[in-house]
Nanobody
Framework: QVQLVESGGGLVQAGGSLRLSCVASGSIFRNNAMGWYRQAPGKQRELVASITLYGSTNYADSVKGRFTISKDNAKNTVYLQMNSLQPEDTAVYYC??????????????WGQGTQVTVSS
């Protein structure tokens, strides 16, 4: 059974920083890519940042220069360092992983979400 467990969300003032972590566990044969999405109230879920097996990254325009995604392949862990946070960054942040699982093949997995609230 595959699990994604997120941590690091919370309440922060505008201009502050938070670091999110997501650990994937299970019979992972290959970690193809991991990323972070977010969903604010009344809005659709959107991609924040992603990182591939080989380290290629992709960021939403709204977070470029403020957020940094990184990973530890050996630990199947992805991080999201969020700096200069603004109230519009308030959302539930979800970890996503594109994993190849032993005897199950390749599939997409989601974490349970962690709340990030930025006060003005």
């Amino acid at each position: 059974q595959v699990q994604l467990v997120e941590s690091g969300g919370g309440l922060v003032q505008a201009g502050g920083s938070l670091r999110l972590s997501c650990v994937a566990s299970g019979s992972i044969f290959r970690n193809n890519a991991m990323g972070w999405y977010r969903q604010a109230p009344g809005k659709q879920r959107e991609l924040v940042a992603s990182i591939t097996l080989y380290g290629s990254t992709n960021y939403a325009d709204s977070v470029k220069g403020r957020f940094t995604i990184s990973k530890d392949n050996a630990k199947n862990t992805v991080y999201l360092q969020m700096n200069s946070l603004q109230p519009e960054d308030t959302a539930v942040y979800y970890c996503n992983a594109d994993l190849t699982i032993t005897n199950l093949g390749r599939n997409d997995y989601w974490g349970q979400g962690t709340q990030v609230t930025v006060s003005s």
